[in-house]
C-alpha cells in the first residue's frame, strides 16, 4: 500500500457513534442527505451504521451505499460472524466498502466485559479480521479501550491483526481518559515497535470525557497516526466525539505539521448547522469554529485591535470555514472604534465631539439592552422629531 506520509485521513462516524447520542435518531432519508453533504465536504470515510443493530440501520447503511461514491462507506461489527455477515451484505451496493469490526482490549474489557483472557481475545479478534477478509479487501480493527490497555498487550493483538489482514488499525480511548502526550506516547509505540505496522494506517478514535479528544487526536497524528475519527459539531454519547472541524482547522492553522486533509473547509459551518438542526442538538456558542460566537469580537480592547487588524485577534478567517464574516458585538465592553465602525457601516460618519456625544448615550443604552440592533445605534444618530 502506497500513501502520501503526509496525508491525514478524515473518518466520519456522525451517522453511528454520533448517532447514539439518545434524542438525535435520524431517519435514513436524513441519513442519506448527510452522507451527501459529508461527501461534498471531502470525508475520506463515512462510518454508515452498524448494520446488526436494528433493520433501520441496516437500511440506512444500503442507502448510504448507494448514495455516495466517493468516500468508502464503513459499516460497524462486534468480532461476531452474525454482526459480520450483515455488514457484508448492508455494504454490498458501496463502491468502496469497510468493515469495521473489532473487540475490547482493556485488561478491564477483557475481564469484566467478556469474562475471558488475553489469549481469547486475541484470537477472537484475528479471527474476525480474517472473516471479514472473505468480504471485503479493506478491514479496519478497533481495539476498544486501547486507551487503557497494557501496551505490550495491544501491540501483540495489533501486530497479529495486521497479519490476519487489518489495513487499518484503530486505537479508541473510548472512555476519554488519555492524556494527550500518554496517547501520543502509545501510538509512537506501535508504530516503532509493531513490526508490520507500515501495512496499516493507524486510526485515532478519542472521546471527549475530559475535554481532550481533540487534542488527544493530534497528539495521534503527531505521532503517526494517519486517519482520525470524529463526528462535526463533536456530537456523541456522553461528553462527545472528537470534533472533525476542530481538527481539520488545526492542521490547517498549524502548516508546520505538514499534514493534509482533503477536507473543503468553506463548507464546514453549512454542514454544522445542518447537523445541528437534524440532530436537535444545538451548537453551544462558545464551540470552536462553528459556535455563533466563534468569530464574534465584543470587548472594547479586542474590537479596537482587530478593527486596526484583524490578524491582532483571528487566527482563522471565518471565510475559511463558510462564516460570511467575522463580526463586531456591541455591548456595554465596547469602545468608540467598535460604535464608529457600526455607525459608519450604517451611513453615518461622525466627527470626534459627535462620537463622544452618541458614545455616552451608547453606554446607558447597553448598561440596559442585552441586544443592540441596528435601530438602537441609529436612535442614538438620527434627531427626534420634535412634535
Ligand atoms: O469508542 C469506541 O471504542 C468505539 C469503537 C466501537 C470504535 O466507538
Ligand atoms: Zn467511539
Known amino acids: 500500500m502506497l500513501h502520501n506520509p503526509n496525508r491525514v485521513y478524515v473518518f466520519d462516524t456522525t451517522l453511528r457513534d454520533g448517532e447514539q447520542v439518545p434524542g438525535c435518531q435520524l431517519t435514513t432519508p436524513e441519513k442519506i442527505e448527510i452522507a451527501r453533504e459529508l461527501e461534498a465536504l471531502g470525508v475520506d470515510i463515512i462510518e454508515a451504521g452498524f448494520p446488526v443493530s436494528s433493520p433501520g440501520d441496516f437500511q440506512s447503511v444500503v442507502e448510504i451505499s448507494k448514495a455516495v461514491k466517493e468516500p468508502t462507506v464503513c459499516a460497524l461489527t462486534r468480532a461476531h460472524k452474525g454482526d459480520i455477515d450483515a455488514a457484508a451484505e448492508a455494504l454490498q451496493y458501496a463502491k468502496h466498502p469497510r468493515i469495521h469490526t473489532g473487540i475490547g482490549a482493556s485488561d478491564m474489557h477483557i475481564k469484566h466485559k467478556f469474562n475471558s483472557t488475553r489469549e481469547e481475545i486475541l484470537a477472537r479478534g484475528v479471527d474476525a479480521v480474517k472473516y471479514a477478509k472473505k468480504f471485503v479487501e479493506d478491514v479496519e480493527f478497533y481495539a476498544e479501550d486501547a486507551g487503557r490497555a497494557d501496551i505490550e498487550f495491544l501491540a501483540r493483538m495489533i501486530e497479529a491483526v495486521i ?18 502526550d500518554t496517547y501520543g506516547s502509545k501510538i509512537r509505540f506501535l508504530k516503532e515497535n509493531v513490526k508490520n505496522i507500515d501495512q496499516a494506517i493507524i486510526s485515532v478514535h478519542c472521546h471527549n470525557d475530559l475535554g481532550l479528544a481533540t487534542a488527544n487526536s493530534v497528539a495521534g497524528l503527531q505521532n503517526g497516526a494517519r486517519q482520525f475519527e470524529g463526528t462535526i459539531n463533536g456530537i456523541g454519547e456522553r461528553a462527545g466525539n472528537t470534533s472533525i472541524e476542530e481538527v481539520v482547522m488545526i492542521l490547517k492553522t498549524h502548516q508546520q505539521l505538514n499534514l493534509h486533509t482533503n477536507i473543503r473547509t468553506q463548507s464546514i459551518y453549512e454542514l454544522s448547522r445542518i447537523i445541528s438542526t437534524q440532530m436537535r442538538m444545538p451548537v453551544q456558542p462558545n464551540k470552536a469554529i462553528v459556535g455563533s460566537n466563534a468569530f464574534a469580537h465584543s470587548s472594547g480592547i479586542h474590537q479596537d485591535g482587530f478593527l486596526k487588524n484583524r490578524e491582532n485577534y483571528e487566527i482563522i478567517r471565518p471565510e475559511d470555514v463558510g462564516v460570511p464574516s467575522a463580526s463586531i458585538v456591541l455591548t456595554a465592553r465596547s469602545g468608540r472604534h467598535a460604535l ?4 459608519d457601516r450604517l451611513g453615518h460618519r461622525l466627527e470626534k465631539p459627535e462620537l463622544d456625544i452618541a458614545y455616552k448615550s451608547f453606554l446607558v443604552l447597553a448598561d440596559n439592552k442585552l441586544n443592540i440592533n441596528d435601530d438602537d445605534l441609529l436612535s442614538l444618530v438620527v434627531p427626534r422629531m420634535v412634535k
Open 163 to 180: 497479519a490476519a489482514g487489518a489495513t487499518v488499525v484503530n486505537i479508541p480511548d473510548t472512555n476519554g481518559y488519555c492524556l494527550p
Open 340 to 343: 464608529n465602525f457600526h455607525l
